[in-house]
Structures are given as C-alpha cells and as structure tokens.
C-alpha cells in the first residue's frame, strides 16, 4: 500500500513509522514561543519581529508579534534570525562515519559495480558524530545513503538528525537509487573500464528490470530486480552524479529512455548545459560549492548555483561526500558561498528549506515556518551566510535538541 504525499508516494510502513517517531518526540515537546527580529518563513515574506507559537512539536501560529498572543505558561525563546530547520539534500553522513576508518566507512561497497539492493537504512548509524556536527549547525533533515563512485551504488534515505537509532530518526526508507556517470566509476572497478560500457551495463539492468515488472507476481524475488522495478514504477528517484556537460547529457538521455524521476547530483558543468537541464524540469543538487577541482569536477564554479537558480532550474544544496577528514561539509556554509557569488538571498534560504522537502516530497510536513507543519527550527545570532554568524538553538519536532555550538 502506497501513501501519496503530495505527489511523492511512501510506503504506507514507513510512514507509520515517521508518524509514531514524531510521535515519541512530541511526547516530550514543550509549548514555545519562538521570538525573532527576523523571521524566514521561506514560503512568504520575511516577518520583520515574527513569533512562532508551538504545542505539541507542531507549528500552532506565526506572524508578526504585534498580532500574535503569546499565551501563558509558554517558554519563551528569542533571537535575532529565526528559520525553519535546513535540509542536507545529498550526504553520506550515517556511512561514512567521523573516523575515516573501515570500519566506519559504509558508503560505496566495492565488490560490484551494480548493487541497487543495498539498503541505506542496513548501514545507517544515528549516533556517529558527524549527525551530531550537523545538528549543531541548523541541518534538521539528511538525504543520505550510498554515496558515488559505481553504476548504482545503492538505496539513499531520508532521516531528521535526531534519536540514537535509525527507526528513531526515519523519514523515508528507500529514497533514490545512487548513480555515478564518469571516470570515477573506472578508477573503482576494472569493469566498466569506460562510459559507454558502464551506460550499456546500466541499460541492460534497466531492460531486464522492465521485464520482471512485467512478469507474473508468482515467479521469486530478485531484490536487485525489485529495487530497479520501483524506480521505472517512479517510486523512487534515479540520483544521479555526474560532472561533465557529456556526462549530465547521458543522463538526460537515460531519462528520456526509460522515463524514471531523476535528481541531477554534483553537475559541475551545469552552466554549459543549462537550457537542456531546464527543458528535462530536472532539479539539480549543486555540488558542495566549496569543492576541491580535479577530475570530472575541475571545470566546478563557485557561481553555478546563482546562475542556475537565475535561469528557473530548482537548485539544492549537499554536503556530499568528503575523501577526507571531517567527512562531510555544512550545507548552509555551501549556501553563502553562493550567495557571495551572485545568489540571491532568498533563493538559498528556499533551496536549503521548501524547495528541497518539495523535491523529497515532504512539503506537506517541513521546510517552512507555517500553521499545521512540524516545528523544526534553528535560531541564529544574525544573518545564517555571515561567517561570524553562529547557532543559539535548534529545535526538531518542537524539542530544543542542540544549544549553540
């Protein structure tokens, strides 16, 4: 059974499952009122002196202080910028762990260079301390999983940065399948040792999963089968990175072919191609504006973001995936780097909020500071793309959850 959310659909068990952890944190939420001289609520106008009334880890009411009443018994809490909480669009947190060791490093399975049955939720770790670092500083929501460098590396999911178990922090089990178009792919396997052998081995996956879908229920399982079946059923989204201009064009063409949801990731050369990306209605999550050139992604800009914003294509910030110690980037630190580079003001704060629950289906319950959604907020000592600006606190579901870094 399938539970649609605003034109994304859910399994039905996994929204059971957000829906009883939302509950456990509410059972411990508090009536608050939010005050700040600014408030983002990224659906509308900023309100200059805003309250955020919340009860029971639910937005109740919001709008300037002058025609709010706080009622009484409500723990006051102020600051001089208030947002709703920021969504990390692609990470591995969770996998790729703080340490940099094996053991620690869960994110790309080597063994084969096509696993679409590999489940993030298998390998998810709530209490690594990398969740903890993101938390700190405003991430409310992480789209993570698999990370890059196969054909398909594996099964991505959503979880809010909350709770000491991966049934804890859940939102959406089985997001995306993570795939990689360019070199990086060779210099992991020996087969596909070039880009059209890894798209013809992509392909002939696709062709037989078409197959299975139209096989009879009564015939056994394959779950590498099954997980490609709901991608072509446009269950789940194909994320795909790819880098180059030739690179994201295959990407497109493999849309085009056989009709999956795709989210473009990484696509450092975006702007040469950004009138075909804009005719596919593909939204792209940058890649960490901050990254190292090398390889398919040495042509990276840091104004690629605000260019493509400029010309109507949906733009989400990620953190990514780091080789290297601490592991992961801070989205929101990405995000001004943009905005130092030509984009706009609100056009980040709506890419980091809205724009990305829109995109993972979940805009019915965050991403904005609106009547009825949950209560994820982060309060700031000002401007959150100013270098000295810095996190008071952060709430999830309506519990203050981190107090400054």
Do not use: W
């Not at 050139?293 to 953190?319: C, M, P, R």
């Amino acid at each position: 059974m399938k539970t649609a959310i605003s034109g994304f659909k859910l399994p039905f068990a996994t929204l059971s499952i957000l829906l009883i952890c939302t509950a456990v944190y509410q059972a411990n939420a508090q009536q608050i009122a939010v005050k700040g001289e600014m408030v983002y609520t990224a659906t509308g106008e900023p309100i200059a002196n805003g309250v955020v009334l919340i009860s029971d880890g639910i937005i109740e009411e919001v709008g300037p202080e002058s025609g709010v009443q706080i009622p009484s018994g409500y723990e006051i809490l102020e600051a001089p910028v208030v947002t709703p909480g920021f969504i990390d669009a692609h990470s591995v947190v969770g996998l790729a762990g703080i340490y940099n060791v094996d053991d620690d490093q869960d994110q790309l399975e080597l063994s084969g260079a096509i696993q679409p049955e590999l489940r993030a939720i298998d390998g998810y770790n709530a209490r690594d301390e990398l969740v903890g670092v993101l938390r700190d500083r405003g991430i409310t929501t992480v789209h993570t999983g698999h990370g890059p460098g196969a054909v398909i590396s594996g099964q991505t999911m959503i979880v809010k940065t909350i709770g000491t178990t991966v049934d804890q922090a859940l939102v959406d089990s089985t997001t995306a399948l993570a795939m990689t178009i360019g070199a990086v792919v060779r210099n992991n396997f020996d087969n596909p040792g070039t880009r059209s052998k890894a798209i013809a081995m992509l392909r002939q996956e696709l062709i037989r999963a078409q197959e299975y879908n139209d096989r009879s229920e009564n015939g056994s399982r394959d779950l590498k089968m099954e997980a490609l079946t709901q991608l072509l059923n446009g269950e789940i989204y194909a994320l795909i990175t790819a880098h180059t201009s030739r690179d994201i064009l295959t990407a497109l063409r493999l849309q085009r072919e056989f009709g999956f949801k795709l989210l473009l990731d990484g696509a450092a050369e975006a702007y040469m191609v950004m009138d075909e990306i804009k005719e596919a209605d593909v939204p792209v999550i940058i890649h960490p504006t901050m990254m190292r050139l090398g390889g398919d992604g040495e042509n990276a800009s840091f104004e690629t973001a605000g260019k493509l914003a400029d010309a109507g294509i949906t733009v989400l910030f990620q953190s990514g995936y780091e080789a290297y110690v601490p592991k992961t980037r801070v989205v929101h630190f990405e995000a001004a780097i943009a905005v130092a580079n030509g984009m706009a003001h609100d056009q980040a704060i709506r890419a980091l909020t809205i724009d990305a629950a829109r995109v993972l289906g979940l805009e019915d319950s965050i991403g904005s500071i609106e009547e009825g959604k949950q209560a994820d907020l982060v309060l700031f000592t000002g401007d959150p793309f100013e270098y000295t600006t810095t996190v008071t606190r952060v709430l999830i579901n309506g519990e203050v959850v981190s107090e400054g870094e």
